[in-house]
């Protein structure tokens, strides 16, 4: 406890010394501002929208749209594959001011035009045809995907647009895929001081709103966040503005709560939890909901993100606060051992990477450079270099190896709090303003590589570091189905199973049994015919006067 | 400097610490503002400085703060320190003042469970569960916690629960299909335990770990044969692993425990 006495001095010195560590300059919340209303139609509409349009848990074939208009009216949303033609429609009839549409049926990867107003006008649009969604890939497909990565950005002020600016100059510049942002994730604190509605609006909605109305975006909660939102009963400003899947919806498991969920994108698969409000505890809800969705996953990259880190010495200290350290201590080894291969949070205002970790868990000082072979922490020959392909070289990781992560605190997209920042698991440690931008792409050989860039609000790129994956999507041998087993053999073109028994053997019986286990066929004959059997999974087990055997068999 | 070095040190929480030094201040300039002292104690109470939280919340009122949410705040710091009895005085008051307030509801049938008062927690949850709007899975998990700390053996009541949290939350909630299935094992309802094993198999893209759970419930329940093919079919989903998830630490293990269970099974029929 610190002794009040104390306290008092204490804190009328931390006000200087926190001054000298951080430029930020708290904005005067002001009142809820009309969006800028580019593009509008030029007889201004009746109905006013405040906030949005803005994109939320986009699938490979829907997308929801919100938006919040000043007086009450239905919500429609008119769309299409070309800009001159929005063809379609989605109605909502019942009046609102706070409007969510979902679009269904729509075709993977594909991008559609939109606008939203009402059943009389439309209340915005984007002649220049800067308001789209492009549906999420199948999941699984291997393509390139770019994500802007924002850890507490919402200050409201020049820092926090700055550092916008800089990502938009940065997508606009891109050699490839110009302007493309597959999606935006935020690591929590994206309002402060608390996460208000009006804070939002003048954080969130004004600042990115050109951005939100042509990528999704995603969040996890920050602790700023949940001082008016509360996981509790999902309620509050949060869990309002932001619509998530809670039926895996977008791939994964179903959680039933916004607070943590899980969502496919192209073969990233997106782990998004809550740890600020919810129980950490292993054994706890959130955890088993982890630990089945991370085993459930078949995609080759797995991405976490949530608000307090793991590693940091920066504003916070992983060391000595508990949500840090139970999320390292609980999940982490649980997330590594199921191949996690990148970890994102925020809290701490600066920007510390990690090396290529595995295994540590412990404290700051308990960090060991070596390779995991030899006792250490970091994975493979080169993982405790800096990643860079172009120095020494990215961090690797095959197709047959779980280990290697890289832990990301990027808390500084609005301010700079400074701090210690000598964590021994980082490579870099930056006192920076600045946002992260995470790309995926082949890397001609068969694999990919995901580079993490950390983009300055000066336009700079003060870090990056590649891992590199080879056999992406590399399948498992499976065997060839005519030949299932030593006596067995399966010819599909007749739908036909035939039993080689030895000399002197006699079959007594044969049985199949379902994906499930249950007895469904059972025959002495050596030729069975198997034509109709449901497709799938049988295991089928032999009995002779000789010996018993099982084999397995996929009828397709 | 070292004086500096110090605050460091006891400011640990960043951001809250900083908060918690400008309240202070606003303090210093105004000692007999109670909502200045019922900020800062939320402030201490999320810095896990509970006796000066308290502390503060206590100052608050003696300066005149009768809002009922500091008697909220007390009752859950008491519920922090784990002085069940304080908690439950504090929480009493909230509930003098509003009696339909649902999180006030859900602290007080908190705070009865700790005491083990089971009956009334569960009348006071009951409100809960039945007036709260965005329920999540922790609160439908708890309701059944307290159904079943009241009645050992109502696991009647505790699955009908599961079953309309799964239709308010959705189908296929993971936390509550687990639940569901401890459940039906803990009650002896073998063959639905078997079912539900099934769901997991079936809804599941991975189901190398479902074939071994269930095949390690169905030795448990004596049916060594059911038992061994589903150990088969968990050796066939690993062996249709990308090679990836096949070096898997978890993976690795479970090809252990097949192993071992497979073993185990053979010595018993032998």
Known sequence: ?556 | MAFFFLNVQLFAHGDLSMRIAEKTIEISEEPNNFKLYYERGLLYQQHNEYSDALEDYRKSQALGNTEKAVHYRIAEVYCLTEDYNEALKSIGFYLELDNIDVKAKKLEAQILFQLQSYKKSLEAYRYVIHTMVDTRPEDILEYCDIILAENNKNYKGALEVIQSGLEQLGSHTLSLQLKKLDYLKDSGQTEKALEQYNYFILQYNRKEFWYYKKAKYLAEINKPHEAFISLKLATVAIGQLQPKFKNMSPVLKLIEQIKSLKSSINNQKS
């Open chain 1, 1 to 556: 406890m610190i002794k009040k006495s104390i306290f008092l001095i204490a804190a009328l010195c931390s006000v200087y010394s926190f001054a000298q560590t951080s430029v930020v300059d708290m904005p005067n919340v002001s009142s809820v501002v009309m969006t800028n209303k580019v593009d509008l139609p030029q007889n201004s509409p009746s109905v006013v929208v405040q906030r949005g349009p803005y994109l939320q848990s986009g699938t490979p074939t829907s997308v929801v749209v919100k938006w919040r208009t000043d007086t009450a009216t239905e919500s429609v949303v008119r769309y299409g594959t070309l800009l001159g033609s929005l063809s379609m429609n989605e109605t909502i009839t019942n009046i609102t001011t706070e409007h969510e549409v979902t679009l269904t049926g729509l075709m993977p990867n594909t991008k559609y035009y939109f606008n939203i107003g009402n059943r009389t006008e439309v209340l915005s649009e984007s002649v220049t045809g800067d308001m789209y969604v492009i549906t999420a890939p199948t999941a699984g497909t291997k393509q390139f995907v770019r994500a802007w990565i924002l850890g507490d950005a919402g200050t409201a002020n020049n820092n926090q647009r700055n550092v916008r600016d800089a990502y938009y100059d940065y997508v606009a510049n891109a050699p490839i895929n110009t302007d493309k942002t597959d999606m935006m994730l935020f690591l929590g604190d994206n309002a402060y001081k608390n996460g208000t509605d009006e804070e939002y609006q003048n954080a969130f909605f004004n600042i990115y709103d050109a951005m939100l109305k042509k990528s999704v975006a995603w969040s996890c909660l920050g602790n700023h966040d949940g001082y008016s939102a509360e996981s509790a009963t999902q309620s509050g400003p949060y869990y309002d503005i932001f619509t998530f899947p809670t039926s895996a919806e977008a791939g994964g498991t179903a959680s039933g709560t916004e607070a943590y969920y899980s969502f496919d994108y192209a073969n990233i698969h997106f782990i998004i939890l809550d740890s600020h409000h919810t129980s950490r505890a292993v054994g706890g809800a959130m955890y088993n909901w982890t630990l089945t969705d991370i085993q459930n996953t078949k995609q080759d990259w797995i991405v976490t993100l949530f608000h307090h880190p793991v590693y940091t010495k920066g504003s916070h200290d992983s060391d000595t606060e508990d949500r840090l350290i139970e999320m390292r201590e609980n999940f982490m080894p649980m997330m590594e051992a199921n191949g996690v291969d990148l970890i994102l949070n925020g809290h701490s205002h600066s920007y510390e990477r990690s090396y290529f970790l595995n295994g540590h868990y412990g404290f700051a000082n308990t960090f060991n450079p070596d390779e995991i072979l030899n006792g250490g922490h970091t994975v493979g020959p080169n993982g405790k270099g800096d990643g860079k392909t172009d120095s020494n070289g990215a961090y690797q990781k095959t197709s047959g190896a779980a280990e290697g992560a890289v832990y990301i605190t990027t808390g500084s997209a609005g301010k700079i709090s400074g701090g210690d920042l000598d964590h021994q698991a980082m490579s870099v440690s930056l006192n920076q303003l600045g946002s992260c931008v995470m790309e995926v792409e082949d890397d001609g050989r068969g694999g990919q590589n995901l580079t993490v860039k950390f983009m300055r609000d000066t336009d700079g790129i003060d870090d990056y570091f590649t891992i590199n994956k080879t056999d992406i999507g590399l399948k498992a041998n499976v065997k060839e189905p005519e030949q299932i087993g030593v006596g067995l053999f399966y010819d599909a073109q007749v739908d036909l199973i035939k039993l080689n028994l030895d000399k002197n053997e006699r079959l007594k019986n044969v049985k199949f049994y379902n994906n499930i286990g249950k007895l469904v066929k059972k025959s002495r004959k050596k030729t069975i015919n198997v034509g109709k059997l449901p497709k799938g999974l049988y295991v089928i087990e032999v009995i002779t006067n000789i010996k018993a055997y099982t084999e397995s068999i996929t009828i397709e």
